[in-house]
């Protein structure tokens, strides 16, 4: 199976989750600017930039910091049909089924990968939402239920739109390819599993079910790219300062052992996300994304502090098996308002523990 660690030839290699925060040039020009002569060109520019910044930072592993994105899962709506777009109150753009979902463009997230493949010599990755994700979002009972009777009915209709897309992001040329399910991460909070337990068929069910829709996306990438998944406990709740779930990894463990992967990306910095000592549980063959840096505004962990806590996972697993990233992406949401400046010192000292870790274990 292949890993990161093998790919780049590096202990403890480094890589961000996702997204980074977007300048309000970029955010406008995505938003509303492309009505306007030259867009492209100017976006073009903006994610070159957020690849410099990476590159600059020290950072191995890198993407396009999702800023070609109006919305992180919205960008569902312009694969496919079936989609009614509106905004929250915060000006978040929001998006409902509200038809039948069929395929209007392919190879949406393919052509950000063959930008970013065109601009950088160092592994890239690229990301896509999970189905159970985008069910838990965008499915409403009063305005999806007529054409999908239940949240599975709706992922399991997007779920080969998603298989075809992480094809087509395979041959464009990615290292590693990411379904971020934070769905599945979520079932770790009591509260949370009481609710699926009460309406729906369990929590125990939904797991699985996540667990298999992110199987079915992955199913056709092939065994030259690193497969991934990626869970977190809200990260957007927290830049937000919405509720924070928590709860034990040890609640969906047998789920994550379903998952047919070569990396796994858990989040390990927050208060209530669970111990390390879970990874034991996890077969032998996976590569840990270790979430050692935290992305909450106004901290900053220095290198000391990021090494300490990835040598804690390396007693467990080894350092063969660890890369180090943040918890989550930088700026989840697209109405998140966090410092670029704050998260480039955060990549300076994630790139800074690692050069001090491969000095300890080389």
């Not at 080969?160 to 897309?165: A, G, I, M, T």
Request: glycine share 8%; proline share 4%; net charge negative.
């Amino acid at each position: 199976m292949p890993s990161l660690v093998e790919r780049s030839g590096l202990l403890f290699p480094t890589a961000v989750v996702g997204s980074l925060p977007r300048p309000d040039y970029v955010r406008e020009i995505v938003v509303d600017g492309w009505r306007e002569q030259g867009w492209e060109g100017r976006l073009d520019a903006g994610v070159a930039f957020a690849i410099c910044v990476q590159e600059a930072a020290g950072i191995d592993v890198i993407s396009d910091g999702e800023w070609r994105r109006a919305s992180y899962i919205g960008i569902i709506a312009e694969m496919a049909h079936g989609f009614e777009l509106g905004y929250a109150e915060d000006g978040r753009p929001w998006t409902v089924v509200t038809g039948e979902v069929s395929s209007k463009a392919s190879g949406v997230i393919a052509a950000e990968v063959a930008f970013l493949r065109s601009r950088t010599d160092r592994l890239i990755k690229a990301t896509l939402p999970s189905p159970a994700l985008l069910a838990e979002r965008m499915w409403e009972a009063e305005r999806s239920s007529a054409v999908y009777e239940t949240p599975m009915a709706f992922a399991e209709a997007v779920a080969p739109l998603l298989r075809r897309e992480a094809a087509l992001v395979a041959q464009a040329g990615a290292d590693m390819i990411q379904v971020d399910d934070p769905h599945l991460c979520l079932l770790v909070d009591p509260e949370i599993r009481a609710q699926y337990d009460d309406e729906w068929d369990g929590a125990d069910a939904e797991a699985e079910f996540s667990a298999d829709m992110d199987n079915e996306v992955l199913a056709d990438v092939g065994d030259q790219i690193v497969r991934a998944v990626h869970l977190c406990r809200r990260a957007g709740a927290r830049v937000r300062g919405e509720a924070y779930h928590s709860g034990s990894y040890n609640h969906i463990v047998n789920d994550l052992s379903r998952l047919d992967v070569d990396h796994l990306t858990l989040e390990f910095t927050s208060p209530g996300a669970g111990d390390v000592d879970v990874l034991e549980q996890l077969p032998d063959h996976i590569e840990i994304g270790l979430g050692c840096v935290s992305v909450h505004p106004g901290e900053v962990d220095d290198a000391q502090t990021i090494v300490e806590r990835v040598e804690k996972a390396v007693e467990i697993v080894g350092a063969e098996r660890i890369v180090l990233n943040p918890d989550c992406g930088f700026a989840p949401g697209s109405a998140a308002r966090v410092n670029l400046d704050e998260v480039y010192q955060k990549l300076r000292n994630q790139a800074e523990a690692a050069r001090r870790l491969r000095e300890i274990y080389s």
